[in-house]
């Protein structure tokens, strides 16, 4: 039970932690472009 509840926890820290990389990556890929849009 224990150990479920350690892999469950480290599976979502896991999951949260790409998500917000891919979403950084994302944002400063979208403002990249802003900028070569708006020159």
Known sequence: M???L???S???V???VFV???LSFY???LL???VFVLN
Do not use: A, H
Request: hydrophobic share 80%; net charge neutral.
């Open 2 to 4: 224990y150990l479920s």
């Open 32 to 34: 990249i472009s802003f």
């Open 27 to 29: 944002l400063s890929l």
């Open 14 to 16: 896991f999951v949260f």
């Open 20 to 22: 917000f990389l891919f």
């Open 6 to 8: 350690v892999l469950i």
């Open 10 to 12: 480290f599976v979502f």
